[in-house]
């Protein structure tokens, strides 16, 4: 028979057994301050833990990692990073957020943080540099504002008729504006017209869509964000009520019923942060660990949600396709 370990209750605090006491405070911790919705976050995960595997730590039995999640509010980021920062987490982990690691840049200049940013972390201060990072932070590169180009090119391959594009943005966001110069730069290199939407909340984005009505755009693109990323059913389904065709940051979009994304490889981000995680545990400077950029992308198409629009998705497209949704 195992023994049995209680918990019991002294002066109103919770009293663990002197064992688990002990092997918990001989545990490094990790934070994991995520922007985006905590169900994305714990589908991508397994990939983290994968990586940090390859180190050498399973969680729960030589390391701790905890979870705080601002839900797509990046006003909540500052307060769960101090939360991180007051309990002396070993590091702090921020993934797909530049908000969340400016927002732990701000807290603390000793503990070790791990980020992977969507646009170029130099242009936006979170290092000072990609090859020799300095200070306390190192991550991943993974370049998915910068991807609008290329977005807007598959969106055209679908609908080669159209003249004009609604593009939603989060004006608040810090990689808003450099995700949309390059889609607007684009869409002018082509001769679409583009009309930017703002949306900070959850009415604002119906505001948005109830421009559709009269205006009438022939595509439609939100500027990756976690918060618009964590509204992705609602505008989903309104894209689908006013019938626009739409291209989108990541693969949930396509899983909730949207038509297309186009986006990194977010299994692969989430490995490298593992790995990186790992190599500070076991004593390596952030400070020396290059900024790694990711190489890998998807293309994810949801032939259901084309039908209910009436295209027919061209075979070369269907043939490019890392994954199609039947």
Do not use: C
Not at 19 to 45: F, H
Not at 186 to 200: D, M
Not at 209 to 221: I, K, L, S, V, Y
Not at 302 to 313: F, I
């Amino acid at each position: 028979m195992r023994r049995r370990e209680f918990i019991t209750l002294v002066g109103g605090a919770v009293a663990w057994p002197v064992a688990a006491r002990a092997q918990q405070a001989a545990m490094p911790v990790i934070g994991v301050l995520s922007a985006a919705p905590a169900v994305i976050g714990e589908k991508r995960m397994p990939a983290f833990y994968r990586g940090l595997s390859e180190r050498g730590y399973s969680e729960g039995q030589n390391v701790t990692v905890s979870h705080l999640d601002a839900e797509g509010e990046n006003d909540r980021l500052a307060a769960l990073a101090a939360e991180f920062v007051r309990r002396q987490v070993n590091v702090i982990v921020t993934p797909n957020s530049a908000p969340a690691a400016l927002a732990v840049k701000a807290a603390t200049t000793t503990i070790p943080v791990v980020f992977s940013a969507p646009t170029d972390p130099v242009r936006l201060g979170i290092v000072s540099s990609l090859a020799r990072p300095g200070g306390n932070l190192t991550g991943v590169y993974f370049f998915l504002t910068n991807l609008g180009a290329k977005r807007l090119g598959l969106l055209r391959e679908l609908v080669p008729a159209a003249t004009s594009i609604a593009v939603l943005t989060n004006p608040a966001s810090p990689t808003t504006a450099p995700g949309l110069q390059e889609v607007q730069a684009a869409a002018h290199a082509v001769g679409l017209k583009v009309r930017v939407l703002n949306a900070s909340n959850a009415g604002e984005i119906d505001s948005a869509f109830a421009t559709f009505a009269h205006e009438r755009p022939d595509a439609f693109m939100p500027i990756n964000d976690p918060f618009l990323s964590s509204r992705r059913t609602q505008i989903v389904l309104l894209a689908a009520r006013h019938a626009v065709p739409a291209i989108y940051s990541n693969r949930e979009y396509t899983e909730a019923g949207g038509l297309m994304s186009y986006s990194t490889n977010f299994s692969e981000v989430y490995h490298r942060l593992g790995v990186y995680t790992g190599r500070i545990l076991k004593g390596a400077s952030p400070a020396d660990l290059p900024v790694v950029q990711s190489s890998r992308f998807e293309l994810i198409i949801n032939r259901q949600a084309a039908k209910a629009l009436g295209l027919e998705v061209p075979p070369m497209l269907l043939a490019r396709a890392d994954e199609v949704i039947e």
